[in-house]
């Protein structure tokens, strides 16, 4: 049977295609059944309060870098968006005196405009977002050097390197949009060999660092909660890293507070990770195939999928 079209682009893929009865299984989802589909290599963790949720996260930084010696660098890549728990890192850090000149940082995508990326003085930049929220506040004598951040360009040779010289990763945090992505690895367009089926899991999971074409609907959302809703002033592509630059991370952490994406997108990725349905129209399922996921979610950010009129 031929999979729906989209109704939100219809040429795209995305969670609009699927089957009819995950849509209604994740949307029948109560906070208790979502920590019920904790499984080995998926964890389900609630937090109830925004404190608690963003401090937890901090410390994932903390407790990978705390890791790191000269001869056994550990790093962590790490998200814009969310934000909240950067100056809290730079905090502890400084408040703790933690010597991090061996550990290192991937920042996870950045935007994709008139064919580079974007300078750090564009006001939508994750580099500088990352820089002035966090390392620019630790103490010069405790972080690391500019060589150990490693943020995506246009000319990706010099980052997909970094991933493959001898660095481990202890964690990828991420946050997940509301076309249900980590990174910027958004649904592919429906054309070509995908025209009636979105790629098989196995093959999109090859991809590497990449410029990436967005989907409608995140742009829509970055505007939403970056660009005071002005659409036209978000790019249409950007660089991110891929799934075999994720699959290089001992830990994948998403955390979800509900600024992000909503009630039911929240519930869906959970259903189809806990219950191993990856599907590339979907791409945040792909990771039901990672060893290790934990899933972090602030629990009155979780909403209902109640049916009210506004």
Known sequence: MARKISSIA???????????????????????????????????????SLEDF???????????????????????????????????????????????????????????LDGRETPVTH???????????????IRKDLVMPDANLHFPKADIASYVKSWNAGVRCAVMQGGQGDVKHWAFNDPPKRAGKYKDAPPPPSEYRKLGTRVVDLHPLTIAQNARTSGGGNISLVPTQAISVGPAETWKAEKVSIWQAGMHDNPFGQRLTCLM??????????????????????????????????????
């Open 54 to 112: 963003y401090l937890a996260e901090a410390l994932e930084y903390i407790t990978a870098w705390r890791q790191s010696t000269p001869d056994n660098p550990v790093g962590i890549c790490g998200p814009i968006g969310p934000t909240e728990q950067l100056p809290l890192v730079a905090r502890v850090v400084n408040d703790l005196g933690l010597n991090i000149k061996s550990a290192h940082f991937w920042g996870m995508d950045e935007w994709f």
């Open 10 to 48: 219809p040429g795209w893929w995305d969670y609009t295609t699927l089957d009819a009865e995950i849509i209604r299984d994740a949307a029948a989802l109560t906070p208790k059944k979502m920590e019920g589909l904790s499984r080995p290599g998926f964890k389900v963790v609630m937090y109830d």
């Open 123 to 137: 006001p939508l930049s994750f580099e500088k977002a990352d820089r002035e929220m966090c390392f620019g506040r």
């Open 273 to 310: 990770i806990g219950k191993k349905l990856p599907d590339a129209a979907v791409p945040m399922s792909l990771l039901a195939d990672h060893p290790n996921v934990q899933f972090n979610y602030y629990r009155k950010g979780l909403g209902t999928c109640d049916i009210e009129m506004h």
